[in-house]
C-alpha cells in the first residue's frame, strides 16, 4: 500500500526538513527506495508531499502513528501549517 503525507508549510521547506521526513518515512516503509518526496507551491502555501511504500495492514491500525510521528519531526518548525495522512492501494 502507498502512504501519502501531504504536509503545508507557511514557507519554502528547507534541507533539514526535507531530511527529517525521509527519516520517519524510513520508518514506516518496508521499501526504502520507494520513497519519494516532492516539494511545491499550492496557492499561498507550499506542500511537501512525501510518499512511500509500506507491508498492507488496517488503516485504522497505522495513521495514528504516521500522523503523530510526521507532527512530532515538525514540531520545531514555525512554517507547520496542516498535515494529512492518505491511501492509496
Known amino acids: 500500500m502507498i502512504v501519502i503525507v501531504k504536509i ?14 525521509r527519516r520517519v518515512a524510513n520508518e514506516f516503509s ?11 507551491k499550492h496557492e499561498e502555501i507550499y506542500r511537501l508531499e512525501t510518499r ?5 495492514v488496517a488503516q485504522y491500525k497505522v495513521v495514528d502513528q504516521i500522523f503523530y510521528k ?3 519531526a515538525l514540531e520545531n518548525y514555525d512554517v507547520f501549517l ?6 492509496q492501494k
Open 8 to 21: 503545508d508549510l507557511s514557507s519554502k521547506p528547507d534541507k533539514k526538513m526535507i531530511a527529517d521526513m
Open 30 to 40: 518496508n521499501d526504502k527506495k520507494s520513497i519519494e518526496i516532492r516539494k511545491f
Open 52 to 56: 512511500f511504500y509500506m507491508k498492507t
Open 70 to 72: 510526521f507532527e512530532l
Open 82 to 87: 496542516d498535515i494529512s495522512v492518505s491511501f
